[in-house]
């Protein structure tokens, strides 16, 4: 009913930054540009209303040409829908030096553009590897399960890598129909096969089975995770564009980041480097010209220029070992404990820590998680595996630089044990912890997976994910959806695995459900007095209940009564 849609306040202005994944798709009905909805609120593909700026002029030594000069026609729409020049870009004209007399000589001759490209290749060949990939979406609707939305198409970026595999990002070919890929120079598009999406860490590996598409391609080799201040490039194909882009940076900072699109922490790079829709999957080389990082999200905001964030190697390397491992995706562990600082010195007292002790104090511990018999809320982690835990949650990166210690635990892999050093009553306690992945109560992934549903008495059950809540109130959905569903989107832990928020989406008019018009996202309690775990169990207790009615307690009070 109207009373049961509780809103939270909006704020007033978009005060806080916007994380974008970027790449650009275009509608099949009108081929426009539009903005994609990412996993999180205010998250949406940056937007390709501009051109790139003319280029500034170039140095007047002996080896750097004048670069061509940029045309300043007025842009229009291409059939893509990104924008381009309408003036075609001059030809770089040699540099000219006055001689002692007055005359003007050629210092460089012109050049074929043959050689110039020759050039490129020389000096950075990894180019080469580099990918343009076209995607078809169909995602589910949420908001009617029965049905799909309208297809659209997208381009982003990839590159070859070892193993005739291909890297993009995650977000890239979510909810794919038909994937193809482009090398560099080619007029050929090779169907491509997706062999794993790792929603968490935003990256995706392909594959193609024509021989023709891995001729005359080497493969793209990894480098260690940069320094602070190492030049990287990224390439790949932004905006839209046919022909590959090569933007420039340095590296600005390394910590753990928020991964929009898999609603994660995980370490990622900062650097300065221009990153633009069409840029996700587009790989970062150092000025050795090897990989160091994937380009996945900027940073939208009107403080803010030039802000774009890589995945690092480390954290690729972790996607591609757990598929070989595996052979498939089995995803990022996690300890399954919330904590809190120990800074404070009042604290470290009342909780029994001696000076020269530091860690962190466990608030809640995950109900599904491996850990929860052994450990108990108040203890304070010292170390994992061996690594000392600061009081603020930190522990040593690398020289002068630390980081949470997330970091240790996402290095691991599923089903890996960790050997976590607890203070308990004064006591320390050492345990071997088997390491699982994050099961949430609301998800934030379907997994490409249509929605399920169960339909009685035109009554619409559904479980509740991230999906469904941007489906039904936008973007802004953690403002304007129901406060008691966000609180359990922001602050519930689910008791098992297999648990699910269901709520009655909506009710199909019809004459034998008379006055329960208004009920709308209201979650399920119970049903006829015994609580409701999960979809499937619902069904199956209606399915076999043989009372004269059927009854549904939901939040607030209310009860909806219905006759067999």
Not at 293 to 312: M, T, W
Request: charged share 20%; net charge negative.
């Amino acid at each position: 009913m109207g009373e049961t849609r509780k809103r939270g306040r909006k704020p007033k202005a978009p005060a806080s930054t916007t994380e974008t994944m970027d790449f650009q798709y275009t509608s099949a009905s009108n081929a426009t540009q539009t903005d994609y909805v990412a996993a999180q609120n205010d998250v949406f593909s940056a937007a390709n209303d501009s051109v790139p700026t003319a280029a500034a002029a170039a140095k007047n030594d002996a080896n750097n040409p004048a670069p061509a000069r940029r045309g300043r026609g007025r842009p229009r729409k291409s059939e893509v829908g990104h924008m381009e020049d309408t003036e075609p870009h001059a030809a770089a004209s040699p540099e000219r030096r006055p001689y002692q007399n007055g005359a003007v000589v050629l210092e460089h001759p012109p050049q074929p553009v043959a050689k110039w490209e020759s050039v490129a290749a020389r000096v950075m060949p990894a180019m080469d590897a580099v990918v343009k990939v076209f995607c078809v979406h169909t995602e589910p609707n949420y908001s009617l399960p029965w049905q799909r939305k309208r297809q659209y198409s997208s381009s982003s970026s990839g590159f070859i890598i070892g193993g005739k595999r291909v890297l993009t990002n995650a977000h890239s070919v979510e909810h794919y129909t038909q994937v193809k890929l482009k090398k560099r120079g080619s007029d050929t598009k090779y169907l491509a096969t997706v062999l794993a999406i790792g929603t968490e860490c935003d990256i995706a590996m392909l594959t193609v089975s024509d021989d023709e598409f891995w001729e005359g391609v080497s493969p793209v080799e990894f480098g260690d995770l940069p320094a602070l201040q190492d030049a990287v490039t990224v390439v790949g194909y932004p905006i839209g564009g046919d022909t590959i882009s090569v933007t420039s940076g340095v590296v600005s900072r390394i910590e753990i980041l928020s991964y929009v699109h898999g609603s994660t922490e995980l370490l990622g790079l900062q650097i300065d480097a221009a990153i633009n829709s069409g840029n996700s999957g587009g790989p970062a080389f150092n000025d050795k010209g090897n990989c160091v990082g994937i380009a996945f999200q900027s940073l939208k905001h009107e403080d803010a220029e030039n802000i774009g964030y890589v995945i690092p190697t480390p954290v690729i390397m972790h996607f591609i070992q757990d598929y070989e491992k595996n052979g498939a995706y089995t995803g990022f562990p996690i300890l399954g404990v919330e904590w809190q600082k120990m800074e404070n010195p009042d604290l470290r007292l009342a909780m029994g820590m001696k000076s020269d002790q530091k860690g962190v104090r466990i608030r809640r511990i995950e109900p599904t998680a491996p850990e929860s018999h052994l450990l108990k809320p108040s203890d304070v982690i010292l170390s994992f595996d061996g690594v000392k835990v600061a009081n603020d949650g930190t522990v040593p990166f690398r020289h002068g630089e630390r980081i949470g210690f997330s970091y240790l635990v996402s290095q691991k892999y599923t089903g890996d044990t960790a050997l976590v050093k607890v203070l308990r009553d004064s006591k320390i306690l050492e345990f071997d912890i088997k390491l699982a992945t994050h099961k949430r109560l609301i998800p934030a992934h379907t997994s490409g997976t249509p929605p399920s549903y169960y339909i009685i008495a035109g009554f619409v059950f559904t479980a509740v994910t991230v999906p469904y809540l941007r489906s039904e109130y936008g973007k802004d959905y953690e403002f304007d959806a129901p406060v008691k569903l966000l609180d359990k989107h922001l602050h519930a832990m689910a008791e098992s695995t297999d648990e699910q928020l269901l709520v009655i989406s909506q009710v199909l008019v019809a004459d034998i459900n008379i006055g329960y018009e208004d009920i709308v996202n209201t979650q399920v309690l119970a049903f006829n007095g015994k609580p409701v775990k999960n979809l499937k169990s619902l069904a199956n207790m209606v399915d076999n209940c043989n009372d004269e009615y059927l009854r549904f307690d939901l939040e607030y009070q209310q009860g909806v009564l219905v006759g067999r």
